[in-house]
């Protein structure tokens, strides 16, 4: 069985009998007059098709005996092709998602009523319908998937509605080796990108060079899609998280966070560095650095099946408080959560902050970022290690280990650059 068609048998086995499935790709979204927003496929939808087309949607049948599954997509639309670009033929369709029954959207509200009604039909007896209701997804204009269990409600009141969001988030938190590998290019992408970042990082660059060296590379390369608004904080700007600007002059005594990705085919890498600008490691930033250093790579190590998300976080605020008060830089009887104030982990897959339950124990096939930090405002100094790590045989596998994270590393790394 082929990795999509493997999915939806996973997604079937979840179903109860006599039930069906809806999935829908989302519709474009308008920001004013007849401009759109770029359109972002449903991450769900895409998952189980491999398909970016928006108004298609995805239809599993489980029934007496037999299981069925449809893909609707919008007709050929000669007229939209010429103001908006090639849409998907049913063979493309076909050959992108494995999907045999590739139907046009004009017949699916046909299907649906035909499959939900009273009568036998060939399908025997539906009583549930699956529906992606968390969160509440955009079918038509003003028309949501918690609108539909409504009109489901009422013109079926034989049929329950049953939210399919658990189970599709359960399925993705288990990547197949196929996953794995496009995780794999997206960090070794991402690792290229930073290798250029780092040529051309220097005091006197502006945080917003940095960005556009490191995007530059993923657009030449295969025109790649960022995981998510690339971060470029200097100095105290790293004490803000998720720093939204870009602005600032980088200086030669500042140390500089980058937190970035690239996606491949749709997978996120989701990497944090932070170097220092003169290329040397001093004082509090050596002392710092080595602090969240030592964490990373304790908590990488420590990871097993079996544990949650939060302990992790329990065990990475223990070791990082040991360490600041050590070296230091915070008393004993102050709170760690003053300058360590995020978590330590997340799911990673097709979103950056992947759908997931914290409380899951984790188990193989997980892939969760190891990152802890600290951040240092009084000395102008924010630091992030990040890396992406698979659970396998029970304990933690770094996929990002290739990229520099040891001082001698980045130290030598950093006489490399461009004078
Ligand atoms: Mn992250």
Known sequence: ??????RRDRLFNRMKDNSVALIYAGKEKIVSADELYPFEVNRNFFYLTNIQQDNSILMLVKGLGVKKTYLFIDEYDEKKEKWTGKRLT???????????NVLYTSAFENMLSLA?????????QIDTLYLDLTPELKIKDDFYTKDLKEFINNEYPHIEVSDVFPILRDLRMIKSPFEIEE??????????????????????TYEFNLADEFEFYGRSHGRHKLAFSTIIASGKNATCL????QNDFIHENDMVLFDLGFKHNGYCADISRTYPVSGVFEGKQKEIYEAVLACNKYIIDYVR???TLIDLQEKAKEFLKEECVKRGLMKEDEDIVKYYYHNVSHHL???THDISDRNKPLE??????????????EYGIGVRIEDDVLIKDGAGYCLSSGIAKEIKDIERMMRTRKA
Do not use: C, R, W
């Not at 193989?364 to 405002?377: H, S």
């Open 183 to 204: 995780m794999v290019e997206a960090i070794n992408l991402t690792n290229s990108g930073i290798a250029q970042l780092i040529y051309n990082l220097k005091a006197g």
């Open 349 to 351: 897959g097709i979103d």
């Open 242 to 245: 998720h720093y939204p600007s």
């Open 1 to 6: 069985m082929g990795e999509l068609e493997n």
């Open 90 to 100: 049913s063979d493309e369709a076909n050959l992108l998602s494995k999907i045999n």
């Open 116 to 124: 939900l009604s009273k009568d036998d039909n060939q399908y025997g």
């Open 364 to 377: 193989n096939g997980n892939v969760i970022t190891v990152e802890p930090g600290l951040y240092f405002a």
């Open 305 to 307: 099946s079996g544990m």
